[in-house]
């Protein structure tokens, strides 16, 4: 079963660049990793996902080095409204699911 | 076009009694997701279901069950509440293709058990 690992919290000012690395050892061969954005009482949303080397849409960056055992999300000038908890997710390719893990929480400091 | 929508949005409920929970996919969406959060646990998968069939399931124990209709619609059902079972239940929809599918989450029903 694919784990993800993720730092606990962070902190940042705005204005700066966050990056938010994720852990997957054991990531299988046609596994994606996704990222999500969750507020309190709210689902969580979609932000990015790829499978190798580097994405980028208009909120973030996703980095996969060729060895695919972790990820860095990258925010770009970073504001109080993105204070949330972000987690990492890895496609499980031998039983489907899709698993959550603790998250990290991000909190933007003015 | 319209989100996920579950309800209801908030639910009282007694110890020993059953609740049903909905969700509505986003139109053409056949893959139900749900899952259970709380402050402990996290976010933790209950099961799925793609074409009104139940692709795979958590780790949960059989009080907790559901099942899809066939516009996609679903509902997940709690038999015998527990405190322990007060959470936030989340319902996410997605076009059902395996792995690397981007999830629709809905706002959720919070329900707390008394």
């Known amino acids: 079963l694919a784990k993800t690992t993720q730092p606990i919290s962070m902190d940042s000012y705005e204005g700066q660049e966050v990056n938010i690395t994720c852990s997957h050892n054991?990531?299988?061969?046609?596994?994606?990793i996704t990222w999500y954005q969750q507020f309190p009482s709210q689902g969580p949303r979609f932000i990015i996902q790829?499978?190798?080397t580097k994405v980028t849409n208009e909120v973030a960056s996703l980095f996969i080095p060729a060895d695919r055992k972790s990820s860095t999300l990258s925010l770009p000038r970073v504001s109080l409204s993105d204070t949330a908890v972000y987690y990492c997710?890895?496609?499980?390719?031998?039983?489907?699911?899709?698993?959550f893990g603790k998250g990290t929480r991000l909190h933007i400091l003015p | 076009k319209a989100g996920v929508t579950q309800t209801p949005r908030y639910l009282i409920k007694t110890r020993g009694q059953q609740v049903t929970l909905s969700c509505s996919p986003i139109?053409?969406?056949?893959?139900v997701s749900w899952y259970q959060q709380t402050p402990g646990q996290g976010l933790q998968f209950l099961f799925e279901?793609?074409?009104?069939?139940?692709?795979n399931k958590g780790n949960f124990p059989g009080r907790f069950s559901g099942r899809q209709f066939s516009n996609s619609r679903s509902e997940m059902n709690v038999s015998t509440l527990e405190l322990g079972d007060s959470a936030l239940y989340l319902c996410?929809?997605?076009?059902?293709?395996?792995?690397?599918?981007?999830?629709?989450f809905g706002q959720g029903t919070r329900l707390t058990v008394v």
């Open positions: 054991n990531i299988a061969t046609n596994d994606y």
């Open positions: 996410a929809s997605s076009l059902g293709q395996r792995r690397g599918t981007e999830a629709f």
């Open positions: 997710l890895v496609g499980d390719s031998r039983d489907d699911k899709i698993i």
């Open positions: 279901y793609f074409s009104e069939t139940q692709r």
């Open positions: 790829g499978y190798k």
């Open positions: 139109s053409g969406h056949r893959s």
